[in-house]
């Protein structure tokens, strides 16, 4: 499960004293370092961002209600989140090469523009009554094609607007701004929006769509191609090659990305396939087509929780163990639909699994931000998100295989325990030392 506002002051703290001694033994205060600025810039991503989740979380809480309209089978259902992801296995990373080479601005408008124009095409089907499954699936994977794009524009670009004292902050606003928008606002709009009608699903983030346009093309001035590095020429070949090289011999990144794929396969599984465990007289928990939104928007308010207290909680316990420590909590907690399919505990189970995701979520982004130099993060980016997320379709495909043949806890309970593994895997191969020896300078 990709999990995606913040309330810190974008102002400067005001500095605190310390004291030093002179040669002769006085003591003398200092100031400390005033917190640095996020700047305008950053501002204008941070709203373009909440605009472009927006629209997502409408079409998150929308479209799993249309396409069961059309049909229950677990197979078709977890066909849409095949067509979502596979385009990242795919196109992952030339999707990286085209963001290390050109203007990441340039990308994400043109990824945007896209999606105005497919979305436009499903509200003129759906007005006109002419939705079917296959397609909602085409429709799916179009536009999981704009979200590799846009996605890896969008995190790459972060570095060259916020100062990299404050990555940790700038990464937890734009994760809990994705969050918020996204499930806490978005898919209970979505659910409104379905009683309305199938139009409305795809009809209002059309029109969200078309504001993110005009804010990030006429507010967001200035260039924004990475500066690259003095490096022999090469073939386009070898750059594609550059991301996974840089990948798989990483010490840090490795065994992260081993993991993190193997979460995210065994998680896509399992949630390809959760709407019908929840949603409908046939399922298990008897939620309403409007009541499932909600069970995202509770799922967000612990994600916000995380994005807000990230920065502190890095702090205290230190990345390495916050991110392995939230991977097993949220893991484990995904158990409990199953033992206990109530609603009231499937969502307090959901604060935390949304806490715990998004804490490990920020701390992940801003390693890679740290690890990575600045002119191969798309490239990087790309290879790791076609790992990562290219194992999504497969984990899809095999959640509505296995649902069908055996049964929805089957794919629940074995992708907890598949998750468990993964996790007590990067235990035992990353650590804090190994963390501070290879980070760039």
């Given at each position: 499960?990709?999990?995606?506002f913040?309330?810190?002051?974008?102002?400067?703290?005001?500095?605190?004293?310390?004291?030093?001694q002179?040669?002769?033994?006085?003591?003398?205060p200092?100031a400390?370092?005033?917190?640095?600025?996020?700047?305008r810039?950053?501002?204008?991503?941070?709203?373009?961002v909440?605009?472009?989740?927006?629209?997502?979380?409408?079409?998150?809480g929308?479209?799993?209600?249309?396409?069961?309209?059309?049909t229950?089978?677990?197979?078709?259902?977890?066909?849409?989140q095949?067509a979502f992801?596979?385009?990242?296995?795919v196109?992952?990373?030339?999707?990286?090469?085209?963001?290390?080479?050109?203007?990441?601005?340039?990308?994400?408008?043109?990824g945007?523009?896209?999606?105005?124009?497919?979305?436009?095409?499903?509200?003129w089907?759906?007005?006109?009554d002419?939705?079917?499954m296959?397609l909602l699936?085409?429709?799916?994977?179009l536009?999981?094609?704009?979200?590799?794009?846009?996605?890896?524009a969008?995190s790459?670009?972060?570095p060259q607007?916020a100062?990299?004292s404050?990555?940790?902050a700038?990464?937890g606003r734009?994760?809990?701004a994705?969050?918020?928008?996204?499930?806490?606002v978005?898919?209970?709009?979505?659910?409104?929006?379905?009683?309305l009608g199938?139009?409305?699903?795809?009809?209002?983030?059309?029109?969200?769509?078309?504001?993110f346009?005009?804010?990030?093309g006429?507010?967001?001035?200035g260039?924004y191609?990475?500066?690259?590095s003095?490096?022999?020429?090469g073939?386009?070949?070898?750059e594609?090659?550059e991301?996974?090289r840089?990948?798989?011999?990483h010490?840090?990144?490795r065994?992260?990305?081993?993991?993190?794929?193997?979460?995210?396969?065994?998680?896509?599984?399992?949630?390809?396939?959760f709407?019908?465990?929840?949603v409908?007289p046939?399922?298990?928990?008897?939620?309403?087509?409007?009541?499932?939104?909600?069970?995202?928007?509770v799922?967000?308010?612990g994600?916000?929780?995380?994005?807000l207290?990230?920065?502190?909680?890095?702090?205290?316990?230190?990345?390495?163990?916050?991110?392995i420590?939230?991977?097993?909590i949220n893991?484990?907690?995904?158990?409990?639909?199953?033992l206990v399919p109530?609603?009231?505990?499937?969502?307090?189970?959901?604060v935390?699994?949304?806490f715990?995701?998004?804490?490990?979520?920020?701390?992940?982004r801003t390693?890679?931000?740290?690890?990575?130099?600045a002119d191969?993060?798309?490239k990087?980016?790309?290879?790791?998100?076609?790992?990562?997320y290219?194992?999504?379709p497969?984990?899809?495909?095999?959640?509505?295989?296995?649902?069908?043949?055996?049964?929805?806890?089957?794919?629940?309970?074995?992708?907890?325990?598949?998750n468990?593994?993964?996790?007590?895997f990067?235990?035992t191969?990353?650590?804090t030392?190994?963390?501070?020896e290879?980070?760039?300078?």
């Open positions: 499960m990709q999990m995606k913040c309330t810190y002051s974008s102002g400067e703290r005001p500095m605190s004293t310390t004291t030093t002179d040669p002769t033994g006085t003591p003398v200092t400390a370092p005033a917190r640095e600025r996020m700047g810039p950053f501002g204008i991503h941070l709203t373009g909440a605009l472009a989740n927006l629209a997502d979380g409408v079409i998150l929308g479209l799993p209600l249309v396409a069961i309209t059309l229950r089978s677990p197979g078709e259902i977890s066909l849409l095949v992801w596979l385009p990242w296995l196109l992952g990373v030339a999707a990286g090469v085209v963001v290390d080479r050109l203007d990441r601005r340039h990308v994400q408008l043109v945007a523009a896209v999606r105005v124009v497919l979305l436009g095409g499903m509200t089907l759906a007005l006109t002419r939705l079917t296959p699936i085409g429709a799916v994977g536009y999981g094609i704009t979200q590799v794009f846009v996605d890896l969008g790459s670009i972060i607007l100062p990299r404050r990555l940790s700038a990464n734009i994760m809990g994705e969050t918020v928008f996204n499930n806490f978005g898919g209970p709009v979505g659910g409104l929006l379905f009683v199938a139009g409305w699903v795809f009809g209002v983030p059309a029109a969200l769509g078309i504001a346009l005009l804010l990030i006429l507010g967001l001035r260039n191609r990475a500066e690259r003095p490096e022999p020429a073939s386009r070949m070898h594609l090659r991301g996974f840089f990948q798989v011999t010490p840090v990144l065994p992260l990305l081993l993991t993190g794929s193997t979460l995210n396969f065994a998680n896509t599984a399992y949630f390809a396939v709407i019908l465990w929840m409908g046939e399922s298990r928990v008897g939620l309403t087509p409007e009541q499932y939104p909600l069970l995202l928007a799922l967000a308010v994600a916000v929780v995380g994005a207290v990230a920065e502190r909680l890095v702090g205290v316990l230190g990345e390495v163990p916050m991110l420590g939230g991977w097993f893991s484990a907690l995904l158990l409990v639909p199953v109530q609603a009231w505990a499937i969502a307090a189970a959901f935390v699994v949304g715990t995701n998004m804490g490990g979520n920020v701390v992940g390693m890679r931000q740290r690890l990575v130099p191969k993060l798309g990087v980016g790309g290879a790791g998100g076609m790992i990562g290219g194992l999504m497969l984990g899809a495909l095999l959640g509505g295989v296995v649902a069908e043949v055996w049964s929805l806890p089957t794919v629940f309970v074995g992708a907890v325990v598949l468990l593994l993964a996790v007590a990067a235990a191969q990353v650590s030392r190994l963390l501070r290879h980070e760039t300078a």
